[in-house]
């Protein structure tokens, strides 16, 4: 069966500081990969999505970016932290599909301050 | 972009009642779907719809869908405390021969015991 890791589940970080979150899918071949941020209270918003290594696609511009070095590991990064950048972050995979479900893992809480 | 949107955002009922929730979009879709987060969880796929059908249920979940109103809903019958989570429905957008589900901002359900 698929599985979705995350990590780190929680991470507080300073203003300026680097950021890399992980994300891996065990289970499954060449998954489409998505990074989601969702503020308290709000909706989720597409930040990346991959359709295999080394593709990454950009749904809106920020400081933040991912890359894809392997098929099954997505990472999201940042060399300066904004205090914007707080919120909860959300991996995801799917088949590609229209009809496809999206598989979701544990999210991490980024605080920045 | 924001394709699908749901309300009411916010929903509090007592226990056994019925809760639905609706979702409207913006342009054609070839099905949609709806998820379940529990708060500080990753999301989880509830149910999928396709365009050429105009409700579908499982347990007691019952999602409708008008393609000449491009709204869907979705009812939760004889609600239970357990229930309580956001709900969110997604839309599928086709980028570059990709489907990228685009999600709404929730609908958060209270379901008091």
């Known amino acids: 069966s698929q599985t979705i890791h995350q990590w780190p589940a929680t991470l507080v970080q300073p203003v300026g500081s680097p950021l890399s979150l992980e994300c891996t899918v065990e289970?499954?071949?060449?998954?489409?990969l998505y990074w989601y941020r969702q503020a308290a209270g709000r909706g989720l918003q597409l930040l990346f999505y991959?359709?295999?290594?080394?593709?990454i696609s950009s749904e809106v511009p920020q400081n933040l970016s991912a890359s894809r070095p392997q098929d099954r590991q997505f990472i999201l990064s940042s060399k300066k932290l904004l205090l914007s950048d707080s919120g909860f972050y959300l991996c995801?995979?799917?088949?590609?599909?229209?009809?496809?479900?999206?598989?979701f893992g544990p999210g991490t809480r980024l605080t920045v301050l | 972009s924001q394709q699908g949107e749901e309300d009411p955002q916010a929903l509090s009922i007592q226990e056994g009642e019925n809760a639905t929730m609706n979702c409207s979009y913006k342009t054609s879709i070839n099905n949609l779907q709806w998820y379940r987060q529990n708060s500080g969880r990753g999301l989880v796929h509830l149910i999928l719809?396709?365009?050429?059908?105009r409700e579908k249920h499982s347990g007691r979940l019952r999602v409708t869908l008008d393609t000449s109103k491009k709204s869907s809903s979705l009812l939760i019958t004889a609600s239970r405390a357990a229930d309580t989570a956001s709900y969110f429905c997604?839309?599928?957008?086709?980028?570059?021969?990709?489907?990228?589900?685009?999600f709404g901002r929730g609908t958060s359900l209270i379901v008091h015991p």
């Open positions: 289970g499954t071949s060449n998954p489409n």
């Open positions: 991959s359709v295999g290594i080394g593709q």
């Open positions: 995801a995979w799917s088949g590609g599909r229209s009809t496809d479900t999206q598989y």
């Open positions: 997604a839309t599928e957008n086709v980028s570059g021969g990709s489907y990228i589900p685009t």
């Open positions: 719809i396709r365009s050429n059908e």
